[in-house]
């Protein structure tokens, strides 16, 4: 930490400063200036609040060096981390690598015949990945519900069928076993990624996992939350940015775009990106698709059914069938450009 003493603060506000750093088992460095006193500690400062300073008597400013994530960040791993599905009619499948994946599929379950159509469609497009959500709390959290084992079976059964591998969502810690029993990855939500007891478990699960930056939180924070799970012993942790809640109301939410390319600078972890939640409309999707993929992301998810007017669910986010083939068509070709395959 970084800690610079007011102008005119005295001998004795400085001491006190440097004790208590001492008392914490940090190394102090004193360098005073002509207006200045400033303070470098070494130590634990991941585990120190910088604000316990601030309110000091004499102290101007503090500062963290150190971010208060590690397993995330590019210090523990100057490589990429490249993620391997692989297995079944799928094959194989890399993420974070030279290739860019899509992972679609419905909004929600609504049956076995609307699955398998929404699993075709997704295979039509190229998505290598398949995915369907509970029913979202657009009212109260008490709506707010992950497939359950009956729509996950179901679920398996059509990427199976399609040759794609099963991203399932899971929302609370005591059914990560249920999940990882039937999906290849473990999709935690965004109103979930500060749900530390469901990290912790999914740090314990031996399939990768999906990580969704909250609508308000900041990438240190999603950095932060993926390091509980990586703390875990589960080192296969994807990012995705799917849209904040900002000032703005003609769509449901705003793609962090720019979030993408800090999130590559700052982590060796791969970054995908979900414009269809972003936007919650479907015309606005694709071009925040390919400007997701133009700004590096590993990988696109997208909500796709072959009849959106009859979706029980966000069915206005829901890509045509038409719309969505012509998205993956651009999306390949945007890919091909930047030296990528999709």
Do not use: W
Not at 173 to 182: D, G, I, L, N, Y
Not at 210 to 227: F, P
């Amino acid at each position: 930490m970084i800690i610079i003493m007011e102008k005119g603060a005295t001998e004795e506000q400085i001491e006190a400063v440097i004790e208590k750093l001492i008392g914490l088992d940090f190394n102090v460095h004193r360098s005073t200036g002509e207006v200045h006193t400033v303070l470098g500690a070494v130590g634990p400062a991941e585990l120190v609040d910088p604000d316990e300073f601030k309110v000091m008597p004499g102290v101007m400013e503090c500062h963290r060096v150190m971010t208060p994530y590690q397993r995330a960040g590019r210090a523990a791993k100057a490589e990429r981390t490249v993620i391997r599905l692989a297995g079944g009619r799928a094959g194989e499948v890399e993420i974070g690598g030279s290739r860019v994946v899509m992972m679609a599929g419905p909004g929600s379950v609504e049956g076995e015949q609307q699955l398998f159509r929404c699993a075709e469609l997704a295979a039509r497009g190229g998505a290598k990945l398949f995915r369907a959500g509970g029913l979202r709390a657009h009212l109260s959290p008490l709506h707010l519900a992950a497939p359950d084992a009956e729509s996950l079976r179901l679920m398996r059964r059509a990427a199976d069928t399609f040759g794609m591998f099963l991203a399932g969502e899971v929302t609370e810690a005591s059914r990560v076993p249920a999940v990882e029993e039937h999906a290849d990855v473990l999709l935690i939500g965004s109103r979930n990624m500060q749900n530390y007891p469901l990290l912790r478990a999914a740090g314990r699960a031996g399939k990768p996992v999906l990580l969704k930056r909250g609508a308000a939180a900041t990438v240190q924070e999603l950095l932060v939350s993926a390091d509980m799970i990586l703390d875990g012993g589960n080192e296969a942790v994807m990012l995705c940015e799917r849209g904040l809640r900002t000032y703005g109301s003609y769509t449901k939410n705003t793609l962090d775009v720019t979030a993408i390319p800090v999130l590559h600078k700052l982590s060796h972890l791969p970054v995908l990106a979900d414009p269809c939640r972003a936007a919650g409309r479907r015309d606005l999707a694709p071009p925040l698709a390919a400007a997701a993929l133009a700004a590096g992301a590993d990988g696109v998810l997208l909500d796709v059914h072959p009849d959106p007017s009859k979706v029980l669910a966000e069915g206005a986010q829901s890509l045509e069938p038409e719309q969505f083939l012509e998205l993956a068509r651009q999306l390949k070709a945007l890919a091909a450009a930047m030296g990528r395959s999709f």
